[in-house]
């Protein structure tokens, strides 16, 4: 059986960064849609927006504590006091646009939860629940509508790019390349 160390994996995942690799191989693009993870992937992939996924990826546990472990009912409630705080933590991306974002964006994300049971539901609403699988993409009709929706609905740093990059992450598409050893072709083959 092949070691961690020479299995072949996305072209973007850093292998000197185990963080990333632990990512890559165990978290990013399987299927996973509690509520916690899904607000939690949507805050990440928004502050992503103009850096690297692995700049957001080595701040993610200071994220987790600063944000009340994802809690999206929690962080709906946060006021100019705890904005400031989050402004203040140098251990976080310290952007006033888009921690006003998560909070205005937790609002939102539990109106939708109230609305549709879950936010798997809500996403359920968009596609079919089968895993789409396709690479070299940045976008598509799926994160276009989700994308369109969220921002009607008045959320912000959820463009088609952003929500597409989400959907990677929680296993709604599958997009490891051709000579990755998560590939499902090569799982499966």
């Given amino acids: 059986m092949n070691s961690p160390e020479n299995k072949k994996r996305c072209f973007w995942c850093n292998l000197k960064n185990p963080i990333y690799v632990e990512y890559h ?3 990013w693009g399987r299927p996973r849609f509690d509520d916690t993870y899904l607000f939690e992937m ?14 957001v990826l080595n701040k993610r546990q200071a994220f987790r504590e ?18 400031t705080e989050l402004l203040n933590n ?3 991306i310290r952007n006033k646009l888009k921690m006003r974002a998560a909070v205005s964006n937790a609002r939102i994300f539990v109106e939708i939860v109230v609305e549709m049971g879950s936010f798997y539901n809500y996403l359920r609403s968009f596609w079919d629940g089968h895993v789409v699988t396709e690479n070299d993409k940045t976008s598509s009709p799926l994160s276009d ?5 969220l921002r009607r609905r008045g959320m ?11 959907l990677q992450a929680i296993g709604v598409i599958d997009s490891h390349g051709d000579d990755c050893f998560l590939n499902l072709k090569n799982k499966n083959g």
Avoid: M, N
């Avoid at 600063?66 to 904005?83: I, N, P, T």
């Avoid at 912000?156 to 989400?166: A, E, L, N, Q």
């Fill in 42 to 55: 949507l805050v990440l992939e928004s502050f992503q927006a103009g850096l690297s996924w692995e700049c």
């Fill in 90 to 92: 140098k251990s976080l």
């Fill in 66 to 83: 600063a944000f009340d472990f994802f809690d999206a009912s929690r962080v709906a409630l946060y006021g100019e006091e705890k904005l």
């Fill in 156 to 166: 912000t740093f959820v463009g088609t790019k952003i929500v597409y990059s989400y």
């Fill in 145 to 149: 509508a989700i994308s369109f929706d």
């Fill in 25 to 27: 191989d165990k978290e």
